[in-house]
């Protein structure tokens, strides 16, 4: 995925090796956006029950009318918006801690044991079963640690500016849910109404520069100015990588998230019968949808 920054110095732009991960090919129950593909997911803080919204099927699982809409559909996996959906909910209702690790002792039948690790059953009806597996967290973690340290690198060669506005482009990013997103941690901490989609903007850039000599020209000087960011070569890009692997991340500040939703406090993972066990954490509320 590439980003940009525009600051004070000429901006930058860089690319980060996230990988398909958040769209879903490189999971257990991933698969790409099509009819019967989960794009929604929410889950309930205190029983940690999910509901899930199906692409092609108007009611949401737990509304009258999902088993006669839902026939037929072959729902046998989540795309990318439900991927990044699923992942924070977990994170908000204590099923996944800051550090990405699924909690064997979460008060929900849907935890189960998964080799040496845990995973979530997100759905389940007839012979499906789709599963959140740890790897499936991990992977998350390791694609969105790549794309937000590509970012924190911009800031930092842009001179760290405040960032006002975040703007997802692409087909991916037109269905991703703004607040989950920042839960995720996928983009720097702004307030939830600026994160935007733009849709398809390389497309549309096209089009303004073929039909405009005006916009052509100053694309073409916006061009001279960008310097491109070696984000795999630059000296920070481990330190930033580490500190993004953290749900949402370990050290920057989200003030504009702690005003909509509450954060579950860092912990470590308790194991079922484990020495030095931590209470487990509350479901947090959350802004309504």
Known sequence: MTAGVNGATPSGVGSSPTGPAVEGAQLSCGQRATVGAIERVRSDPTTLEPRVKVIGCEPWSDEPGFAEASTGLPIA????SGVVDVIAELFLAGVIDTDGTIDGAAPTGRVV?????FSYVLFERGDTRLCVTQHDVRAIQLAKAALRAGIELLLDEAGRPEVHEVLLAGAFGAHLDPLRTLV????PDVPVDRVRAVGNSAGVGALRALLSQAERA???ATARRIRKVETAIEPRFQEHFVAAMALPHASAPTPHLDAVVSLPERRSV???GG????ARRRGSPRAAD
């Open 77 to 80: 996996g989540v795309c990318g």
């Open 113 to 117: 044991p998964d080799g040496r690790t």
């Open 184 to 187: 995720l941690g996928l983009v």
């Open 218 to 220: 100053e694309m073409t």
């Open 270 to 272: 308790r194991r079922p």
């Open 275 to 278: 020495a030095g066990a931590r």
